[in-house]
């Protein structure tokens, strides 16, 4: 990195801190901390609702999945429209006709205590690992750049997004989201435009997708219906409208975001607003990933595109042999950029039996270009087994570093760690506030001021930027940090979606039957997860963790069902006659 880049880094991340502190100092009461006074514009509403998803985990780690896997992960999102439109129907109107600051108090006015209790826990367990996760996901782009530890980088990371979360709560998250999105959206369309100009002259973008269709990378639309398959057109419309439910109904970091409207209309539409634009940034962000796939077959890329697994394997006494592997990678380089030219050149005089020839020799080198891979991560892990393998984290920042010009990689830098504290801060926003008005308040007997609720909202943020910044520090690539983060939140989600929709439609269930059916299912969800999807050494998944939202959210519903049922037989047993 040069000395621009740093300039434009460093000047982007300190405006939005110093903009998010002065914007919002001195919060008076409760509803001006935790809702931002209700003022917030439908376009506020929507920017931020998307910048608390897109967190520097899809900008980081998306680009990554499609180099890796191809355009397939944007099913994930095929029922958030729909989820949208429920959540402007159902969930918004009510949420502001009971003028509640978060969606668990809903919970205790239509069961009891403990059922809202229950489903705040549930929120604090799975937003506070997320949360970790969205710390140490920037952390890795500046270890790659710095060469620094990342639990150094991860305290430093924490504490800028602290700052201006704790100082300003919901209006300081609400304002810097916005300056955030512009910075995120201008920066992934430049990063898009100038991979397209580093391609081969004859390389046009309509070839380019045609180059990423040999290799199977823009397969769109799967409409198996194994549910063993991550993400297919079933799994994305059912476990995905769930989870989509699950986490803009539910969940207080988002819900937090609309209840900070000026009126039902203004939320309704941010949350359209998100619904629309949401699938295509996605599609967006994925297309740059398919793009930098295709710059890789023309521009030589390391073995494995994380630096410190190729430090440590050459520092080990398998150098020699990662060396041998190298080698091969380097003849399939070639191999693979003749191939490549084969088919374009087939494309060009539009040659049928050329083509499908050309096809199957990439699909042959693309192989044996992944076991070749696959050998370096097993002799990286023999070399040093606290080095992290997985490298498909590793792939958009290294094209950033290595190819893009002085000032852009800065820009870039930018656009990720400035989603990274973006999201990061909901999440903090969110648990302070759970932590505060749903567990402390709550249960605190004793008349305290507003100003008293709002030192605690305040204490308990900066007690869970703390812990953020623990998880963060012990954290591991796993898969993929994106995935990573929606599995935790598929075992949770579904199981408090349950519960809310239990709530709306099915009044003669009560609070003793759901908080009993909760906890058995959670329990059951767990076990799914751990016997099913949780990849051990010597096993494969048995089923996509997306169906896991569809599960508990069936489960509760079922199980709420016979408990209340065999209650009420216990209460009124039927007269003998």
Same mark, same amino acid.
């Given at each position: 990195?040069?000395?621009?880049?740093?300039?434009?880094?460093?000047?982007?991340?300190?405006?939005?801190?110093?903009?998010?502190?002065?914007?919002?100092?001195?919060?008076?009461?409760?509803?001006?901390?935790?809702?931002?006074?209700?003022?917030?514009?439908?376009?506020?509403?929507?920017?931020?609702?998307? =910048?608390?998803?897109?967190?520097?985990?899809?900008?980081?780690?998306?680009?990554?999945?499609?180099?890796?896997?191809?355009?397939?992960?944007?099913?994930?999102?095929?029922?958030?429209?729909?989820?949208?439109?429920?959540?402007?129907?159902?969930?918004?109107?009510?949420?502001?006709?009971?003028?509640?600051?978060?969606?668990?108090?809903?919970?205790?006015?239509?069961?009891?205590?403990?059922?809202?209790?229950?489903?705040?826990?549930?929120?604090?367990?799975?937003?506070?690992? =997320?949360?970790?996760?969205?710390?140490?996901?920037?952390?890795?782009?500046?270890?790659?750049?710095?060469?620094?530890?990342?639990?150094? %980088?991860?305290?430093?990371?924490?504490? %800028?997004?602290?700052?201006?979360?704790?100082?300003?709560?919901? &209006?300081?998250?609400?304002?810097?989201? /916005?300056?955030?999105?512009?910075?995120?959206?201008?920066?992934?369309?430049?990063?898009?435009?100038?991979?397209?100009?580093?391609?081969?002259?004859?390389?046009?973008?309509?070839?380019?997708?045609?180059?990423?269709?040999?290799?199977?990378?823009?397969?769109?639309?799967?409409?198996?219906?194994?549910?063993?398959?991550?993400?297919?057109?079933?799994?994305?419309?059912?476990?995905?409208?769930?989870?989509?439910?699950?986490?803009?109904?539910?969940?207080?970091?988002?819900?937090?975001?609309?209840?900070?409207?000026?009126?039902?209309?203004?939320?309704?539409?941010?949350?359209?607003?998100?619904?629309?634009? *949401?699938?295509?940034?996605?599609?967006?962000?994925?297309?740059?990933?398919?793009?930098?796939?295709?710059?890789?077959?023309?521009?030589?890329?390391?073995?494995?595109?994380?630096?410190?697994?190729?430090?440590?394997?050459?520092?080990?006494?398998?150098?020699?042999?990662?060396?041998?592997?190298?080698?091969?990678?380097?003849?399939?380089?070639?191999?693979? *950029?003749?191939?490549?030219?084969?088919?374009?050149?087939?494309?060009?005089? *539009?040659?049928?039996?050329?083509?499908?020839?050309?096809?199957?020799?990439?699909?042959?080198?693309?192989? &044996?270009?992944?076991?070749?891979?696959?050998?370096?991560?097993?002799?990286? /892990?023999?070399?040093?087994?606290?080095?992290?393998?997985?490298?498909?984290?590793?792939?958009?920042?290294?094209?950033?570093?290595?190819?893009?010009? *002085?000032?852009?990689?800065?820009?870039?830098?930018?656009?990720? %760690?400035?989603?990274?504290?973006?999201?990061?801060?909901?999440?903090?926003?969110? %648990?302070?506030?759970?932590?505060?008005?749903?567990?402390?308040?709550?249960?605190?007997?004793?008349?305290?001021?507003?100003?008293?609720?709002? &030192?605690?909202?305040?204490?308990?943020?900066?007690?869970?930027?703390?812990?953020?910044?623990?998880?963060?520090?012990?954290?591991?690539?796993?898969?993929?940090?994106?995935?990573?983060?929606?599995? +935790?939140?598929?075992?949770?989600?579904?199981?408090?979606?349950?519960?809310?929709?239990?709530?709306?439609?099915?009044?003669?269930?009560?609070?003793?039957?759901?908080?009993?059916?909760?906890?058995?299912?959670?329990?059951?969800?767990?076990?799914?997860?751990?016997?099913?999807?949780?990849?051990?050494?010597?096993?494969?998944?048995?089923?996509?963790?997306?169906?896991?939202?569809? +599960?508990?959210?069936?489960?509760?519903?079922?199980?709420?069902?016979?408990?209340?049922?065999?209650?009420?037989?216990?209460?009124?047993?039927?007269?003998?006659?």
């Amino acid at each position: 990195m040069g000395i621009l880049d740093w300039i434009i880094l460093a000047g982007t991340l300190l405006f939005i801190v110093g903009y998010g502190v002065w914007k919002t100092r001195g919060s008076k009461d409760v509803k001006d901390y935790v809702l931002g006074g209700n003022e917030a514009k439908w376009w506020t509403i929507g920017l931020s609702v998307m =910048a608390t998803q897109a967190s520097a985990i899809t900008f980081l780690s998306t680009p990554g999945q499609a180099f890796h896997d191809g355009m397939g992960f944007v099913q994930f999102y095929f029922g958030l429209p729909l989820a949208m439109i429920i959540i402007c129907l159902v969930f918004i109107p009510l949420y502001h006709r009971l003028k509640v600051y978060t969606a668990y108090e809903f919970l205790e006015n239509r069961f009891d205590l403990k059922t809202r209790t229950l489903a705040a826990v549930l929120f604090l367990i799975q937003r506070g690992l =997320a949360a970790g996760i969205t710390i140490f996901a920037p952390a890795i782009i500046l270890s790659a750049v710095l060469g620094w530890d990342l639990r150094t %980088l991860s305290v430093i990371i924490g504490v %800028l997004v602290i700052v201006y979360t704790v100082t300003g709560g919901t &209006k300081a998250v609400n304002v810097t989201q /916005k300056q955030q999105m512009f910075i995120i959206i201008t920066g992934m369309f430049v990063a898009f435009f100038f991979i397209l100009g580093y391609l081969p002259p004859d390389i046009t973008f309509t070839k380019a997708l045609k180059i990423a269709g040999a290799s199977d990378k823009l397969n769109i639309l799967d409409f198996d219906l194994n549910t063993k398959s991550r993400y297919t057109f079933w799994s994305g419309i059912t476990g995905g409208l769930f989870l989509a439910l699950a986490y803009f109904g539910t969940d207080q970091s988002q819900v937090q975001r609309y209840l900070s409207g000026k009126s039902v209309r203004e939320s309704q539409l941010g949350l359209i607003f998100n619904g629309i634009f *949401k699938i295509p940034m996605q599609f967006l962000i994925l297309l740059v990933g398919v793009m930098v796939f295709v710059f890789y077959q023309y521009n030589t890329s390391p073995l494995n595109f994380n630096p410190a697994a190729t430090n440590a394997i050459m520092a080990s006494p398998y150098a020699k042999d990662y060396h041998i592997l190298q080698e091969g990678h380097v003849a399939l380089e070639t191999e693979k *950029k003749m191939a490549h030219n084969k088919f374009s050149t087939a494309l060009e005089l *539009k040659e049928y039996d050329a083509i499908v020839e050309a096809r199957e020799e990439i699909i042959t080198i693309n192989a &044996k270009d992944r076991s070749n891979r696959e050998a370096a991560k097993a002799l990286i /892990k023999m070399a040093d087994d606290s080095i992290e393998t997985n490298d498909k984290d590793y792939v958009f920042i290294h094209f950033i570093l290595n190819y893009l010009p *002085k000032g852009l990689v800065g820009l870039l830098l930018a656009v990720i %760690l400035s989603a990274a504290m973006s999201s990061t801060a909901s999440e903090l926003n969110a %648990l302070g506030t759970i932590t505060a008005l749903d567990l402390y308040k709550r249960n605190k007997k004793g008349e305290f001021t507003p100003k008293h609720y709002v &030192k605690a909202t305040k204490l308990f943020t900066l007690l869970w930027g703390l812990i953020a910044i623990g998880i963060a520090s012990i954290a591991n690539l796993f898969d993929n940090l994106i995935q990573l983060v929606n599995i +935790i939140g598929s075992i949770f989600y579904g199981n408090v979606l349950g519960i809310f929709l239990l709530a709306f439609f099915f009044k003669f269930i009560k609070g003793n039957a759901v908080f009993f059916a909760a906890l058995v299912t959670q329990i059951i969800v767990c076990v799914i997860y751990y016997t099913l999807i949780h990849i051990h050494p010597t096993g494969e998944e048995k089923l996509g963790y997306l169906w896991l939202n569809f +599960i508990g959210c069936g489960l509760v519903m079922v199980i709420a069902f016979l408990f209340e049922s065999l209650e009420r037989l216990l209460r009124n047993p039927p007269i003998k006659t």
